[in-house]
């Protein structure tokens, strides 16, 4: 609930210097809250939380200033008001459980009369809980640029007062206009050609200053590749469902807080680049571009991925997401089937699908940097027969699972910062080889143990105790002696007991 360091620096570093719900009232009701004195908790100079305040004061000094500190408090007391009241609702739900309250809830309004009233009340609060949440992150991304051109006025030598009524005002920075004269030429240029029938099969304006993209583009038929990266989009049109032969779009290091619906149009689509935006989450339509090949979501505040994302994107080979805040995969991430390569470091993931084995073209995995959240792998893991690089530093692992010696193809692999009891570290330090080793001796003497107690629950016992093996004693030596008898006394013989005569 509190904003990253990552994503939101300045907004965490003043939401630190503010009283939390959990600090003591002052004794004097008159007594208030200094800003300009260090928080009540200070973490140790060795975190890496600290580490990061650290490089970011030392790159905008003017923080410490108790003018500018004092001003910046006022312009997020709405943060600060907004991440109380969400300490008391707790955390976010999962997002599969709020599509399916949704769904219900469609259904419920639809007029479905055989939902309980009591489940259908708790799926409206999972919904509202997902909304105020979303609403609290989109709080966090205003209150993050206001934190900036406070900073920036201050440093300009504006009066902080000044800005801030400006700020009560909506006045003050507005986003970059197009472009200059030359800009506007290139982009007429470009459409002209278009009108006048002319092929255009690629437009690339990469780092132009670009601050929208014309909705006349959609309109470019044969378009097969449009790259706008580096420029200051804050908005896709919805026209760019229109181009039906587009099969690659790079939108990286843009403002975007959102792509349209209508991207799941682009049916022919295989290479789409989102990074370095804004996004907090991808559209559901994205399903819809089954051609995908390569998609890169990296370095945005996704905390989700599409419920269905992998049950229509069966071609998706390269799928980069991480530097984002996921707290885990949908289940049909596993339906995946041709995914070659899996990059979700630097998230906040705290486990896998338990099917997540199925991933059975998986050669390259990245999960390292998950921190203390994630702390154990499904025991599927061991059917990722095709891996060969895998990357797990950085968490909370203590044990790798069992099957994990089934990864016989495994080439590369790191398991530092991880408190590992199995393997023990001294095998870890041998690397990858012994890892497998070890791993491997421990899948087939649990093999070999299952196969035992199997053999031992199908094989009749021949002594279960032993009144029962006395009781079988005694009936075979009374049948026994009861037939010799038998036959001394010649009331029990036959032609087959010749030989037995001939003996005697």
């Known amino acids: 609930m509190d904003p990253a360091p990552q994503t939101h620096p300045i907004l965490s570093y003043v939401l630190s210097r503010i009283p939390t719900l959990s600090k003591p009232k002052p004794s004097s009701p008159s007594s208030e809250f200094d800003i300009e004195q260090p928080p009540v908790h200070t973490p140790s100079p060795r975190t890496p939380s600290s580490a990061g305040e650290f490089e970011l004061v030392e790159r ?31 955390p976010r739900p999962d997002h599969e459980l709020v599509d399916t309250s949704r769904s219900i809830v469609a259904a419920a309004e639809a007029g479905d009369m055989q939902i ?128 039906d032969h587009l099969e690659e779009l790079r939108l990286t290091s843009n403002a975007l807080v959102s792509l349209p619906d209508s991207i799941g149009l682009l049916s022919n689509l295989k290479i789409l680049n989102v990074s370095s935006n804004r996004l907090r989450a991808l559209p559901d339509t994205i399903s819809k571009c089954r051609s995908l090949v390569e998609l890169d979501a990296s370095y945005n505040g996704l905390i989700y991925l599409p419920t269905n994302i992998g049950y229509e994107l069966v071609n998706l080979r390269k799928l980069w997401v991480h530097m984002n805040k996921l707290r885990s995969f949908p289940s049909s991430v596993c339906e995946m089937t041709s995914l070659y390569l899996l990059d979700a470091h630097f998230n906040e993931l705290c486990g896998l699908p338990s099917a997540f084995g199925k991933l059975s073209s998986l050669e390259i995995l990245n999960l390292s940097s998950n921190f203390s959240d994630l702390k154990e792998l499904p025991a599927s893991f061991g059917d990722l027969l095709n891996l060969r690089e895998l990357e797990l530093s950085n968490n909370q692992i203590h044990a790798l699972p069992d099957t994990f010696g089934r990864l016989d193809k495994l080439e590369k692999l790191n398991l530092e910062q991880n408190p590992l009891s199995v393997p023990p570290m001294d095998i870890v330090n041998k690397g990858v080889d012994a890892v497998k080793e070890y791993m491997s001796k421990r899948w087939q003497d649990i093999l070999l143990e299952e196969e035992q107690k199997r053999i031992a629950a199908e094989t009749p016992q021949a002594t279960s105790t032993p009144k029962a093996w006395l009781a079988r004693s005694v009936s075979w030596v009374s049948d026994v002696s009861g037939s010799l008898v038998g036959y001394l006394s010649g009331n029990d013989k036959s032609e087959k007991d010749a030989y037995l005569d001939q003996q005697f």
């Open 116 to 243: 309980p009233e009591a489940d259908l009340e708790g799926c409206r609060a999972v919904v509202r809980l997902e909304e105020t949440h979303d609403a609290y992150e989109a709080l966090l991304q205003d209150a993050e640029g206001r934190l900036e051109r406070v900073y920036r006025s201050a440093m300009q030598g504006t009066d902080l007062d000044d800005e801030a009524a400006a700020e009560g005002k909506g006045e003050g920075y507005a986003p970059a206009a197009a472009g200059d004269a030359a800009l506007q030429e290139e982009v007429v240029a470009v459409l002209k050609e278009a009108e006048e029938g002319r092929p255009v099969e690629s437009v690339r304006l990469v780092d132009r200053q670009l601050g929208q993209l014309p909705e006349a583009f959609g309109r470019i038929q044969g378009l097969r590749v449009l790259d706008v990266s580096r420029n200051q989009l804050e908005v896709i049109p919805d026209a760019i469902g229109g181009l």
């Open 60 to 90: 905008m000094p003017g923080l410490r200033h108790p003018s500018v500190l004092r001003a910046m408090t006022r312009a997020v007391a709405d943060v600060s008001a907004a991440r109380s009241a969400l300490q008391v609702l707790g």
